[in-house]
């Protein structure tokens, strides 16, 4: 083992990532090569070992379907339909349609658990019909990055997926220790919108739309629009929640509902289902890669003696537990900005585990923390990912900096939601403990 050696995988890592080569193969490009002084010769067999441990990991077997599941609900018209139900009644708000851009971005990422499948797809809906009722493209911009962001957060997240099966902690425990959390940063959020409204009235004018449609036909529309997508959200999260489900067989039955939902709503087409198909294969290809190279990556560094220099460097620190908490966090909120959350946590997570267990942290509570941390990084500039999801579908006269302003209070809110779990573990614990049989 040389540990001076080890020092080298990150910045070799980087190096092919900024060239262009897809993280994964990078990942695994600078493993082989930082094994072989090891293992010489029979490097290639030690690290076939990882592609069993990591394509046998019954964890991971929910990931395409909840996958499929959100790439299913993406290429129906359930969205269209949930923002004009949902502008109706909130429009007439401070910030009304804001706050239902909002709404709907929360309960897409309780339907998809992908990032930017929900901002990709709410920012095509309502980009146009904010725009034409008066808003500024700051606050446009801000809401809907932060809006998809929400994927991150809230349950089904394929990023509470990847942390707690690297963790070993119960996905369903995770999920429930993020849920409050998830809802607490929403609750800022809108709280951000109704001031800005009320301070700024009009870049977030009030909308009156469906004020001549009568009371029944809106209560009527409203149940044809939000009731079945609740029903399967609240059946998926639920059946997790209340133990009548695992995990993998919950996203089994949001898949099969994202398919009945498009057929109740007559959207259903074999090629969105096929495209649906092709799109989760794909994802999910692009995630066991990664978590392949993340796995090799992270055992050629403990092998090399990183784990060593690590723990020579925290220790130098004398922080003590909460301090260490800060520490870690910052390390995954920079390597959120310059990776991908997937390698972010793969790469991290087993690093950081040893020195949470000697401090007595409870992981489960630092996972809600890393998982904050990583969404706030992923609106966070310069890199700010959600930024650059947006601009790829937005007009051309929606500036980088007009984006960068309107996701900045936001950005706000989330380190307020992470002071508070932080301040405060029962939001994160509460709901783990009932659970508890």
Request: charged share 10%; glycine share 10%; proline share 6%.
């Amino acid at each position: 083992m040389d540990a001076e050696l080890a020092i080298w995988m990150f910045p070799a890592a980087f190096a092919l990532i900024f060239a262009g080569i897809p993280v994964a193969f990078s990942l695994i490009i600078v493993a082989v090569i930082f094994a072989f002084p090891v293992f010489g010769s029979l490097t290639g067999l030690q690290l076939y070992q990882f592609v069993g441990s990591v394509s046998s990991n019954y964890s991971l077997a929910a990931v395409p379907l909840f996958i499929f599941m959100g790439a299913v609900l993406e290429s129906s018209g359930i969205g269209k339909r949930a923002f004009e139900s949902l502008s109706m009644w909130m429009g007439r708000l401070p910030g009304g349609l804001a706050i239902a851009t909002l709404s709907m971005c929360t309960l897409f990422a309780a339907g998809t658990g992908v990032v930017g499948a929900v901002e990709v797809m709410t920012g095509l809906l309502v980009m146009g019909p904010m725009r034409a009722a008066g808003y500024s493209k700051s606050i446009i911009s801000g809401t809907i990055c932060a809006g998809g962001s929400l994927g991150t957060m809230i349950p089904p997240s394929i990023v509470v997926v990847i942390y707690a099966s690297v963790a070993q902690i119960p996905i369903g425990t995770l999920f429930g220790a993020v849920l409050v959390p998830g809802f607490l940063m929403v609750g800022f959020f809108l709280i951000w919108i109704i001031v800005y409204a009320l301070i700024w009235p009009a870049s977030a004018p009030r909308v009156h739309f469906g004020q001549d449609m009568p009371l029944g036909r809106k209560l009527s529309f409203t149940a044809y629009a939000l009731f079945p997508p609740l029903v399967l959200v609240t059946s998926v999260i639920g059946s997790i929640l209340l133990g009548i489900a695992a995990v993998t067989e919950a996203a089994a039955i949001g898949a099969v509902g994202a398919v009945l939902l498009n057929i109740l709503y007559r959207d259903f087409s074999w090629r969105e289902t096929w495209n649906a198909t092709v799109k989760t294969a794909t994802v999910s290809s692009m995630i066991i890669f990664i978590a392949l190279g993340g796995t090799m990556f992270t055992s050629i560094f403990k092998i090399q003696g990183g784990a060593e220099l690590v723990d020579a460097a925290v220790s130098s620190l004398d922080v003590g537990p909460a301090g260490l908490v800060i520490v870690l966090l910052f390390a995954y909120f920079i390597a959120g900005m310059i990776l991908d959350w997937i390698s972010a946590v793969l790469i991290c997570t087993p690093i950081f585990l040893p020195f949470l267990h000697a401090a007595g942290v409870d992981p489960m509570w630092f996972g809600v923390l890393a998982v904050i941390m990583l969404q706030t990084s992923y609106l966070t500039p310069p890199m700010a990912p959600a930024v650059f999801y947006l601009k790829g579908i937005a007009p051309r006269d929606f500036s980088t900096l007009a984006m960068y302003r309107g996701v900045f209070p936001f950005i706000l809110c989330q380190f307020l939601t992470a002071a508070a779990v932080f301040a405060f573990p029962e939001i994160a614990t509460i709901i783990p403990e009932l659970m508890r049989p």
